[in-house]
């Protein structure tokens, strides 16, 4: 008996360790660089690789828009996406102010609030930013164009009935409401300086559950976080230091992690990413700052089931991929490098969740990407002859 009993105890001890192995197989623990497919599939639980499967192809048209950023003028480009995924020109507006002709340095120069079928934009060169109405066929109607509050607005974001810029020179953000109509208007309370006069801004958004305000400092490495009260009014200011150098460009995944490109003053081979999550009140990073052997990381977009993060890699020429598990660990997948034109900088997915597009700074292009299995892309066209100084891009 008793030995028996010692074989017992020790096939339960052999039975948990192959069942902690098993476990530890399918959720690496953070801290981990390394990565197969087959954690990326998850069992094939992965929603992002399930729809892939499900639905190959589009079934609808959308819109994916940029702005011109001409100094004599910004106008937003709009272009329809066919169902294979492929971008036609369809329409041009005029924003209500100018750009600054030359490049911004920042993401979401442009931007969309879906609940209220508006689309908001920065003038660069003119302080200001503006609202227009979405129509039914993609085109835009300008509705207002109103001061950023600062000198030299970069990035835009919005949620529910808020919208908020940031400037760059007087490194400062400004908050306004807005109507069904698309009107802006002002937020007593809601202008707030960054960490410091010389942070240079590179992006702002709200955190996924609207109550902070998020901005990335390249300068400082700092990530600024604003408490908002229920009019929009700033109530507090915390200012973290980041996980990686010159945090540049970031996206959400699954509601709480926050995924930011660290630029590295664009040194060779350098550039890396960091998850962070607590993002309304004490922001903490995942994993680190997790390597991805590129050059100038800045600009960065998610799935829309926040499995996969496309970082744009303005020096490198190339979009890459990063595998984000579902406790906001992030993994580098070195199979996923995909060339773009030359420059690479803002990126977006389609609302389908089925094509990528990148904006090509250098050579005044658009790379069209279909997505493939385990985070790649393979690129299905070039649009060409886009404006010489163009920023921001957004599908519908």
């Not at 942070?199 to 390249?218: C, H, N, R, W």
Request: hydrophobic share 35%; net charge negative.
């Amino acid at each position: 008996m008793k030995i028996s009993s010692k074989l017992m105890v020790a096939a339960a001890v052999l039975l948990a360790a192959c069942q902690k192995e098993n476990i530890d197989k399918q959720s690496p623990i953070a801290g981990s660089t390394e990565v197969s497919e087959a954690m990326v599939q998850e069992n094939g639980n992965n929603p992002d690789e399930a729809m892939l499967k499900a639905n190959n192809k589009s079934n609808t048209n959308g819109h994916v828009y940029i702005e011109s950023n001409d100094a004599g003028g910004n106008a937003i480009v709009v272009y329809t996406q066919q169902l294979n995924g492929k971008l036609s020109w369809s329409s041009s507006t005029n924003s209500g102010g100018n750009g600054s002709g030359a490049g911004l340095g920042s993401q979401s120069a442009i931007t969309i609030n879906k609940d209220y079928g508006l689309l908001f934009a920065v003038n660069a060169g003119s302080n200001s930013v503006s609202s227009f109405k979405i129509k039914n066929d993609g085109s835009l109607e300008l509705k207002s164009t109103v001061s950023s509050g600062g000198t030299l607005p970069v990035s835009v974001c919005t949620k529910n009935n808020l919208v908020f810029v940031v400037n760059s020179t007087t490194a400062n953000i400004s908050g306004y409401s807005i109507d069904a109509d698309g009107n802006l208007s002002p937020i007593n309370g809601s202008e707030k300086s960054l960490s410091d006069i010389t942070a240079l801004p590179a992006q702002i958004a709200f955190s996924p559950d609207g109550s902070t305000l998020l901005v990335t400092e390249k300068i400082t490495s700092k990530i600024s976080s604003f408490s908002l009260d229920a009019n929009g009014a700033v109530t507090n200011a915390v200012y973290t230091n980041s996980v990686g150098e010159e945090p540049f460009g970031f996206d959400f995944s699954r509601g709480r992690y926050m995924i930011v490109s660290n630029a590295f003053q664009g040194a060779d081979n350098a550039s890396t990413c960091t998850s962070y999550t607590n993002l309304s009140w004490n922001i903490s990073d995942v994993n680190g700052s997790v390597a991805n052997h590129q050059s100038a990381s800045c600009w960065v977009k998610t799935t829309k089931y926040g499995r996969y993060a496309f970082v744009a890699n303005a020096k490198s020429n190339n979009l890459v991929t990063y595998y984000i598990n579902p406790w906001g660990a992030i993994y580098y997948l070195p199979w996923s490098a995909a060339a773009t034109g030359a420059g690479p900088i803002d990126v977006t997915v389609s609302d389908n969740n089925l094509f990528v597009y990148n904006i090509n700074s250098g050579d005044h292009t658009i790379t069209e990407f279909i997505r493939g299995f385990a985070g790649t892309l393979k690129s299905i066209g070039i649009v060409t002859s886009i404006p010489s100084f163009a920023a921001g891009i957004v599908a519908d």
